[in-house]
């Protein structure tokens, strides 16, 4: 029989690419949403079919991380055998103004996780390996680089202290009542199905409007913060290789380059034959109140135990999302031209 995977934020940009894997590799996916008044499974919707038709095997459920018992209610519908928990308030600016609720739906969410999947493994004997979502930016303000599994952390958001919370509760669980638990410590992932408030996918649209005279300006904060951008597709198949071992261990998973925000303008706006310091403007509403300067990860301990490495590095990344950004401004464009 085919392996069972649940998957928390399944309708984000990592969710629908490990979906994607997923199904490839011959399992049966549920993902978990939260309800919502309009739909927002549009990153999955070329997944989904209807569940009248024969051999579907995608499955989604409405429920939320800080709702304990609808998490217990999906496990034991589901009883999954791997268990990815990707689900998160991920956006590290925001986090400052909504400290509280990152702080809810990160730390305790992904604890009311792990509880659900104890007591469904205590209930019924089924062991059940899960995945923890963990972020470079639990690392913040290190003081050496490139980060590994071993760097201390310094978290410097909302956002990173609640990862680290989860980070630690997930080894716990693990040592406390050896459940199959592992941390991807993945640092920054893009593609062109990063959310647009993130900065890449903002610096991609905007360079791909300004293009064909739909948008004026870019509004930017810190230009000189660097970063380990690799490909979310790539990044999707490390989780799966953690949940593939004989052991649960925790993992960093990074490109090893890093690059600031700037070479990031010169790559999107130059592969479309403009200059970024014409359209660029500086807003100091995009400024966090604790700067995270530098994040490069090793990713050694990846390579050498799960046999993962990045096929795609950071100029052809930003191309690739260029070029789909291109073919959304073109839409846009025949929209304007046509009066709509």
Same mark, same amino acid.
């Given at each position: 029989?085919?392996?069972?995977?649940?998957?928390?934020?399944?309708?984000?940009?990592?969710?629908?690419?490990?979906?994607?894997?997923?199904?490839?590799?011959?399992?049966?996916?549920?993902?978990?949403?939260?309800?919502?008044?309009?739909?927002?499974?549009?990153?999955?919707?070329?997944?989904?079919?209807?569940?009248?038709? *024969? &051999?579907?095997?995608?499955?989604?459920?409405?429920?939320?991380?800080?709702?304990? #018992?609808?998490?217990?209610?999906?496990?034991?519908?589901?009883?999954? /055998?791997?268990?990815?928990?990707?689900?998160?308030?991920?956006?590290? +600016?925001?986090?400052? *103004?909504?400290?509280?609720?990152? $702080?809810?739906?990160?730390?305790?969410?992904?604890?009311?996780?792990?509880? $659900?999947?104890?007591?469904?493994?205590? #209930?019924?004997?089924?062991?059940? +390996?899960?995945?923890?979502?963990?972020?470079?930016?639990?690392?913040?303000?290190?003081?050496?680089?490139?980060? &590994?599994?071993?760097?201390?952390?310094?978290?410097?958001?909302?956002?990173?202290?609640?990862?680290?919370?989860?980070?630690?509760?997930?080894?716990?669980?693990?040592?406390?009542?050896?459940?199959?638990?592992?941390?991807?410590?993945?640092?920054?992932?893009?593609?062109?199905?990063?959310?647009?408030?993130?900065?890449?996918?903002?610096?991609?649209?905007?360079?791909?409007?300004?293009?064909?005279?739909?948008?004026?300006?870019?509004?930017?904060?810190?230009?000189?913060?660097?970063?380990?951008?690799?490909?979310?597709?790539?990044?999707?198949? #490390?989780?799966?290789?953690?949940? /593939?071992?004989? $052991?649960? *261990?925790?993992?960093?998973?990074?490109?090893?380059?890093?690059? @600031?925000?700037?070479?990031?303008?010169?790559?999107?706006? @130059?592969?479309?034959?403009?200059?970024?310091?014409?359209?660029?403007?500086?807003?100091?509403?995009?400024?966090?109140?604790?700067?995270?300067?530098?994040?490069?990860?090793?990713?050694?301990?990846?390579?050498?135990?799960?046999?993962?490495?990045?096929?795609? &590095?950071?100029?052809?990344?930003?191309?690739?999302?260029?070029?789909?950004?291109?073919?959304?401004?073109? +839409?846009?464009?025949?929209?304007? *031209?046509?009066?709509?």
């Amino acid at each position: 029989m085919s392996k069972v995977a649940l998957i928390t934020g399944i309708t984000g940009q990592d969710g629908s690419y490990l979906a994607e894997l997923l199904l490839e590799k011959g399992y049966c996916v549920h993902g978990v949403v939260r309800r919502s008044s309009v739909f927002t499974t549009e990153r999955i919707d070329h997944l989904y079919r209807d569940l009248h038709e *024969d &051999n579907v095997r995608l499955y989604l459920h409405y429920g939320d991380l800080l709702d304990a #018992a609808g998490l217990r209610h999906i496990m034991s519908e589901v009883k999954p /055998d791997e268990v990815y928990n990707l689900a998160a308030q991920s956006h590290v +600016r925001t986090s400052f *103004d909504q400290p509280v609720y990152t $702080a809810e739906v990160v730390a305790i969410g992904t604890l009311n996780l792990l509880e $659900a999947l104890r007591d469904h493994r205590d #209930a019924t004997g089924q062991q059940v +390996r899960f995945y923890q979502a963990s972020s470079s930016e639990m690392f913040g303000k290190a003081e050496v680089a490139p980060q &590994n599994e071993k760097t201390p952390f310094y978290p410097r958001s909302p956002y990173a202290c609640a990862k680290v919370y989860a980070y630690w509760q997930v080894i716990n669980h693990r040592e406390a009542y050896d459940l199959f638990a592992c941390n991807g410590i993945l640092f920054n992932h893009e593609s062109p199905r990063r959310g647009e408030t993130f900065v890449t996918r903002k610096i991609t649209r905007a360079a791909t409007r300004i293009k064909l005279g739909l948008q004026k300006a870019i509004y930017l904060g810190n230009l000189d913060a660097k970063r380990d951008w690799g490909f979310a597709g790539d990044y999707v198949e #490390a989780m799966r290789l953690m949940l /593939d071992q004989g $052991a649960p *261990d925790d993992y960093v998973v990074a490109t090893g380059q890093c690059h @600031s925000i700037r070479d990031f303008l010169d790559e999107a706006f @130059s592969y479309l034959e403009m200059s970024w310091k014409d359209f660029v403007r500086f807003d100091a509403r995009y400024l966090r109140p604790t700067e995270v300067n530098l994040l490069e990860g090793d990713a050694s301990k990846a390579r050498e135990k799960l046999g993962w490495k990045p096929t795609v &590095n950071m100029q052809q990344l930003c191309r690739r999302m260029v070029d789909a950004d291109m073919k959304l401004a073109r +839409r846009e464009r025949a929209l304007v *031209d046509a009066g709509h």
